[in-house]
């Protein structure tokens, strides 16, 4: 039985490693801003964005179409968003997953910025892939804080998520991107013409054979996952009441065999913090783009809570998938083997063998006390 003492301990410990997994996973977004030149470095024009008026990419690398070893391929894409800062971080993702799987595949990369990518970038990008590489700028109006935030009102709590060491409590770049992933990356031109994406992060355990954007295709899936746990609930203290105040006003976007059960214990009343990690995240764009979650996008960021509390792109996508999807098209590739510190999913038996996984079978957060995977695996049973 777990004493009170381990009880605190390990809390303390998630705490301290979500804190690493943040400053690791975004380099430079996540760093801190001080309160005195916020107002320096904000900017937008409301939460009505106008349509691009940035090129479709400022530079790309055209390499050979190369046909996949199952003799078709998805009309997808691999997307990174990522500061010129965090290349070595960049590229060692890359070479995981081309040596597992895409020196296979050929699928082309994406890669996404609110400044130009330097040719040191470019270039040593270009070295780890044979496949196709474009470079896209994020719109100032898709980045910056929208001018509908009151600042003073968000500065306050700032300084109470500060004050109460919120990971991340004081930073206005980490919410630009957690905004940004929410509700506008999939309408950047440069993936206006795919309908699948995969953002990949950090370390790769097995090989994986086959193509998990036709698992995606051919199954009918909007949303792939690996890993899943409990938000950091100071981050996000209203974004269930908005959530329920959007779902009040339209019942009509929820499939009857939805996902709800794993968001929530109680029918909706209340939510557990259960969410989908999206460093790793295979998706449907199109699902983004529909008319359900954009309105529900919409809905919350009208409602501040991007910027007057810390709300993540992960809990919004998990919510937004569980809501508006059916629950058989969400997906658990159990065979992939991935971790991004501290938590790592290793795949089980047949799947370990067969995918020639280099980990621990017993190092598996799958069925951990802090994991969500449970009440995925009871929508089902």
């Not at 900017?43 to 964005?49: K, L, N, Q, Y």
């Not at 199952?70 to 009309?75: E, P, S």
């Not at 009040?248 to 259960?274: V, W």
């Not at 629950?327 to 083997?337: L, T, Y």
């Amino acid at each position: 039985m777990m004493t009170p003492l381990r009880y605190v301990v390990l809390v303390l410990g998630i705490i301290i490693s979500l804190h690493y997994i943040l400053s690791f996973t975004h380099e430079g977004y996540g760093q801190a801003t001080s309160i005195g030149n916020i107002k320096q470095k904000i900017g937008g024009s409301g939460t009505h964005v106008p349509p691009y008026k940035v090129p479709l990419a400022e530079d790309y690398y055209v390499k050979p179409n190369i046909t996949s070893p199952q003799g078709r391929k998805a009309n997808a894409t691999i997307v990174m968003l990522a500061r010129n800062g965090d290349i070595n971080g960049v590229t060692f993702s890359m070479k995981q997953l081309e040596n597992n799987w895409n020196n296979k595949y050929h699928y082309p990369y994406v890669f996404l910025n609110d400044q130009p990518f330097s040719q040191e970038f470019k270039d040593r990008v270009a070295t780890v892939t044979s496949s196709e590489i474009k470079f896209g700028l994020i719109p100032t109006e898709h980045w910056k804080q929208p001018d509908s935030i009151d600042e003073e009102k968000a500065t306050k709590e700032r300084e109470k998520m500060v004050a109460n060491n919120v990971i991340y409590g004081g930073s206005v770049p980490y919410r630009n991107m957690c905004r940004f992933n929410s509700g506008f990356f999939f309408r950047h031109p440069l993936l206006a013409d795919y309908k699948y994406y995969w953002r990949p992060d950090v370390k790769f355990f097995c090989d994986i054979d086959y193509d998990p954007f036709l698992v995606m295709e051919d199954q009918n899936k909007v949303y792939g996952f690996t890993v899943s746990l409990y938000e950091y609930e100071a981050t996000i203290p209203t974004l269930w009441k908005a959530t329920k105040e959007f779902i009040d006003k339209h019942p009509e976007y929820l499939p009857k065999d939805n996902a709800m059960q794993f968001i929530s214990d109680d029918g909706g009343n209340t939510y557990n913090r259960c969410h989908f990690w999206s460093n790793f995240e295979i998706g449907d764009l199109d699902f983004w783009r529909g008319e359900a979650y954009m309105k529900y996008f919409t809905h919350l960021d009208e409602a501040g809570g991007f910027y007057y509390e810390r709300w993540g792109d992960a809990p919004v996508h998990s919510i937004g998938a569980a809501l508006f999807a059916k629950k058989d098209q969400i997906h658990f590739f159990h065979d992939i083997g991935y971790r991004h510190e501290p938590f790592q999913h290793c795949p089980q038996g047949a799947a370990h063998k067969k995918g020639k996984c280099y980990c621990d079978p017993k190092q598996n957060f799958d069925y951990e006390w802090y994991s969500c995977l449970n009440r995925y695996d009871k929508m089902f049973f």
